[in-house]
């Protein structure tokens, strides 16, 4: 079954204080790996895709990586507008799922001045 | 910029009355999605259109019907609302090839 599995649930950092958010993954094809920033009671807002093992992205303070199993983004020196909800999701190559995103439940991260 | 848009923010309802969430999008995507997102379960797909007058069920239909007329508007109706129906509700488009998605802001229904 494919499926997205993202840790810790919740983070909290100090300002300043670089981190990884993890993103594990089961698929038996992947077309495109996803994340999203998702501010309180807003929809969430594209970052990035990844593609293929070994690529990352890179935007600001984040850079996303990918491997054939997992996915991390990291965060370099967070600031407190770096608060925020961040989903990971997955688009299957096979199969009847490959119309949709499967969507993990999300890293609450809170950076504290 | 893709921009999507949802008819309301926030709507309150009571059991049994007939809920309809709109949602337009401006940039001529083939696809548009209607998601719930609960805590703890994170954001599940209840309808897709690929095309105008074209829909298939995502993983929670029950409940719901959509309706898609126009190319940039995905209609989400809830026949008969009941409280279990009380969540965000979340529209995204996508262009026919490409992978990403782009969301609305999403409407938080209470369902009393």
């Known amino acids: 079954e494919d499926q997205v599995t993202q840790s810790p649930e919740a983070l909290r950092l100090q300002e300043g204080e670089s981190s990884s958010l993890n993103c594990s993954y089961t698929?038996?094809?992947?077309?495109?790996l996803f994340w999203y920033r998702q501010d309180p009671g807003k929809g969430p807002e594209f970052l990035f895709t990844l593609y293929s093992a070994g690529e990352e992205k890179e935007k600001e303070r984040l850079k996303a990586t990918l491997t054939k199993k997992e996915s991390f983004l990291h965060i370099t020196a967070p600031k407190p507008e770096d608060s925020a909800t961040y989903l990971c999701a997955i688009r299957p190559l096979f199969g009847g799922a490959t119309n949709k995103l499967i969507f993990g439940t999300g890293t609450l991260l809170a950076v504290q001045p | 910029d893709v921009k999507v848009t949802q008819s309301s923010r926030y709507l309150v309802k009571r059991t049994g009355e007939k809920v309809f969430l709109e949602c337009v999008q401006d940039?001529?995507?083939?696809?548009m999605f209607w998601y719930r997102q609960d805590p703890g379960l994170g954001l599940r797909l209840i309808y897709f259109s690929y095309d105008v007058k074209m829909k298939e069920k995502g993983d929670i239909p029950e409940g719901y019907s959509v309706s898609r007329e126009k190319k940039e508007r995905f209609s989400l109706i809830l026949e008969s609302a009941s409280t279990n129906q009380t969540s965000m509700y979340l529209c995204a488009s996508r262009p026919g090839l490409a992978n990403e998605q782009y969301f609305g802001p999403g409407t938080r229904l209470t369902v009393t």
């Open positions: 698929v038996s094809g992947l077309r495109g």
């Open positions: 940039m001529d995507h083939e696809n």
